[in-house]
T-cell receptor, first 115, second 114 residues
Framework: KAGVTQTPRYLIKTRGQQVTLSCSPI?????VSWYQQTPGQGLQFLFE???????NKGNFPGRFSGRQFSNSRSEMNVSTLELGDSALYLC??????????????FGQGTRLTVV | GDSVTQMEGPVTLSEEACLTI???????????LFWYVQYPGEGLQLLLK?????DKGSNKGFEATYRKETTSFHLEKGSVQVSDSAVYFC?????????????FGAGTRLAVHP
């Protein structure tokens, strides 16, 4: 069974540009969550999607957005990139809606560097 | 708000030494607790979890007990191997506004030398 697939693995963008990251969850999983990992702030929750609907959102500016498609694949978009957006972006999938007992399966992440 | 505090690393051990990584949490309600491991260049892998007080999670020789009275979930292993070198994250499932998400500690880097 294939795991969570994130593409691309590495990305270099210039300040002011926008970027789209992709996540394909484990087959049959319907929930996708996104996390940002930086040395300074650690792992921070961005948002969760379930059945194409955003269920939960972290404390990030509106430049960060996402969506989920009918096949459960998800994309996140960051507009007007800033140097501080450089991070490892991790996607996690789970079978159903994320609850207190849910086991989340993480992808390898997309390393975004903003120059 | 909910939070997780882990001991700072790096932790450097010789092979076959005992490991303890401390983790304490602050949460409203009754969260589930998790340990995730991140190997170099990889995403996070769930190592173990516990969903209620006094539960013990265990996997691959690692174990942790959910201690409600001390709000702790310390990770332990009796004999570490070089292959255990990684970053370990303690996390809790936090519910706010009716929805859950994972809140992570800062991570503890473990280096095991032969």
């Amino acid at each position: 069974k294939a795991g969570v697939t994130q593409t691309p693995r590495y990305l270099i963008k210039t300040r002011g540009q926008q970027v789209t990251l992709s996540c394909s969850p484990i087959s049959g999983h319907r929930s996708v969550s996104w996390y940002q990992q930086t040395p300074g702030q650690g792992l921070q929750f961005l948002f969760e999607y379930f059945s194409e609907t955003q269920r939960n959102k972290g404390n990030f500016p509106g430049r960060f957005s996402g969506r989920q498609f009918s096949n459960s694949r998800s994309e996140m978009n960051v507009s007007t990139l800033e140097l501080g957006d450089s991070a490892l972006y991790l996607c996690a999938s789970s079978l159903g809606q994320f609850t207190r007992d849910t086991e989340a399966f993480f992808g390898q992440g997309t390393r975004l560097t903003v120059v | 708000g909910d939070s997780v505090t882990q001991m700072e690393g790096p932790v450097t051990l010789s092979e076959e030494a005992c490991l303890t990584i401390n983790c304490t949490y602050t949460a409203t309600g009754y969260p589930s607790l998790f340990w995730y491991v991140q190997y170099p260049g990889e995403g996070l892998q769930l190592l173990l979890k516990a969903t209620k007080a006094d539960d013990k999670g265990s996997n691959k020789g690692f174990e942790a007990t959910y201690r409600k009275e001390t709000t702790s979930f310390h990770l332990e292993k009796g004999s570490v191997q070089v292959s255990d070198s990684a970053v370990y994250f303690c996390a809790l499932s936090s519910s706010s506004g009716g929805y859950n998400k994972l809140i992570f500690g800062a991570g503890t880097r473990l280096a095991v030398h032969p």
